[in-house]
């Protein structure tokens, strides 16, 4: 079981918008403003996509924004473009022992 | 340009050995935080250790504590991860990722395109 929790998928048509939501605790999301999201193509490797809850990377389409509210963290993802389908993780530092959680990940569809 | 590039993965039987590397280049490799993250077949990324920018100080997700040892050549300009005692449930593919400077930075902003390590007789 994963210490923060995304769900499972999500679906949106291209130009729409979506959200992936992702839920911790006091101990992470809720604590820190250390969110960072990850986009994952089949076969590579995870890439910075916000980081700092709503820091874009140098390079990253301003169609993708972060938020915070208490202790859930979302990615917005807005225009869908097919080159958007992928998994996306998010992740927080945490005190506990092991400083940095990930989240399950969700699969994002483009139609 | 930043690279990370491992290896050292492959099939080892329950209980065996293996040592992972991370070759790093394109940036000052004895600056920064490293780290190893896994990700099992079909299943999600879980961080697994880090190592500060001297090596002095290691941390280890309760899952491998004791059977992993994590540490770095900052003159080779490598990441190390020797893993011992391995468990069907290591299978995965193990990605390097670095935390950017300066510190205090909590996010991983670049990564190797990972090594699979099977585990299985």
Redesign the interface.
Known sequence: QSALTQPASVSGSPGQSIAISCTGTTSDVGAYNYVSWYQQHPGKAPKLMIYDVNNRPSGVSNRFSGSKSGNTASLTISGLQAEDEADYYCSSYTISSTLEVFGGGTKLTVL | EVQLVESGGGLVQPGGSLRLSCAASGFTFSSYWM?W?RQAPGK????VS?INSDGSTT?Y??SVKGRFTISRDNAKNTLYLQMNSLRAEDTAVY?C?RFPVPQP??????????TLVTVSS
């Open positions: 780290h993250v999600g990324l879980v961080w880090r941390n997700a309760d990605y990722a930075a909590y996010y991983f902003d670049y990564w190797g395109q990972g």
